[in-house]
């Protein structure tokens, strides 16, 4: 059982601050059920940073770290995240610890970079929060609706026939939105096919910086398409090239890589970069800094919603409580756990309902009950850091 769902929540005052005790990390190998290709590399396995914040009082608050195994999304890894958290991060917070998950930002605010691994920590400890306070996270976050509408994902394929076979089954099972992965040479020829045979479904694709504005013609034919967005066409730093791109196509572009803090999106909103934004926590340094991106949005009339990093159950109940706050209006990548792994190490994998829709959970925080055992058995390596005059590093 979770510590913090019963008695030890209840017993402490809910508006009393945190206590940490202790970090631990833990890190797990979690097989894909089928390879996941992008413009950037093939995934057929997850390393995972499962975090456990432990407070005073005993209860656990969990968060997940979505860096990939190599910097390929963006500058940080598996094994980078690891050393910041234990060697920046965990000194940080004993030396100022953050008495609620609204102030922890502050705390690491002279870390430069390294959002994913300060989001694992920082989600985390709004887990921790929100079961100290007995109620669920999406209600702590300030979320508006009790039911998310979500999409899919679909990885770079060996063949039309297959693509079309994988779109198939995924609009089958009710989900709202279809993107594609694409790249240079794989593009015009997959939505072609895509939308001759599923019709107006709600279609976009995802480019993962693959392109530069030399292929302009790429863009004006996929302008013939009605696609829902075109997403991070080109390289995370080239703001001022989405934005004469923007100029020269009717279809919105969104922003993945390039937005990795608010004044990311303040900038790119200001020259007209993109009309759309994918807000993922790991990227963008956790709950904080989403939610000060989606006030920016909406307060502009700008969608957002939630993309995925091939989570385990923690980070998709993260990504759940994230995109119930107001302005996710376009379906978010938070598909069923069924979709990536054998067994979650949740105990209640996600699941989607036949109409493309997530309930939120009604548990305090993160609202799943995490399987120490599974995560204990996979794990391969684990990392202690007490927070006590001491600040000893424990390692397994």
Not at 306 to 326: S, W
Not at 346 to 375: K, M
Request: proline letters at 5%; a negative charge.
């Amino acid at each position: 059982m979770l510590p913090g769902l019963g008695g030890i929540a209840g017993s402490r005052n809910k508006m009393g601050g945190l206590n940490l005790r202790q970090l631990t990390l833990r890190e797990i190998g979690m097989p894909l059920k089928h390879a996941f290709e992008t413009s950037f590399g093939v995934t057929t396995e997850r390393r995972i940073i499962i975090v456990e914040a432990l407070d005073e009082s005993g209860a656990l608050g969990y968060g997940e770290c979505t860096a990939m195994e190599q910097p390929l999304f963006n500058h940080e890894s598996v094994d980078a995240a690891w050393t910041v958290i234990i060697g920046s991060i965990c000194p940080m917070l004993s030396s100022m610890p953050p008495t609620s998950a609204a102030a922890f930002a502050n705390s690491l605010s002279s870390i430069r970079g390294n959002r994913m691994a300060i989001a694992a920590v920082e989600n985390a400890v709004w887990d921790l929060e929100a079961k100290l306070r007995g109620i669920p996270l999406w209600k702590h976050l300030g979320g508006v609706r009790e039911t998310i509408n979500t999409g899919v994902s679909i990885g770079l394929q060996k063949s039309v026939d297959v693509l079309i076979e994988k779109v198939a089954k995924e609009v089958d099972a009710g989900y709202q939105r279809i993107k594609l992965k694409i790249k240079p040479g794989h593009d015009i020829k997959l939505v072609d096919a895509v939308r001759a045979r599923f019709g107006n479904i709600l279609l976009s694709v995802d480019a993962n910086s693959a392109y530069t504005l030399d292929d302009i013609s790429v863009f004006e034919a996929l302008d013939d398409h009605e696609l829902l967005m075109i997403e991070q066409p080109l390289q995370p730093g080239d703001l001022i090239d989405h934005s004469k791109l923007q100029k020269k196509i009717r279809t919105s572009i969104c922003l993945d890589e390039s937005i990795t803090s608010l004044r990311d999106a303040e900038q790119a909103l200001e020259i007209d970069a993109c009309r759309i934004i994918n807000i993922k926590l790991g990227r963008v340094g956790g709950h904080t800094e989403a939610k000060r991106i989606q006030e920016l949005a909406l307060s502009k009339n700008i969608p957002v919603w939630c993309g995925g990093m091939l989570e385990t159950g923690v980070g998709r109940a993260h990504n759940i409580a994230m995109a119930t706050l107001e302005g996710f209006s376009l379906p978010g990548d938070i598909s069923a756990s069924a979709r990536y792994w054998d067994e979650d190490i949740v105990e209640s994998p996600v699941v989607v309902s036949p109409d493309g829709t997530i309930n939120a959970p009604s548990g305090p925080g993160i609202g799943f009950e995490v399987r120490d055992d599974l995560i204990d058995s996979l794990c391969t390596r684990s990392e202690s850091y007490p927070f006590s005059p001491a600040k000893a590093v424990v390692g397994s």
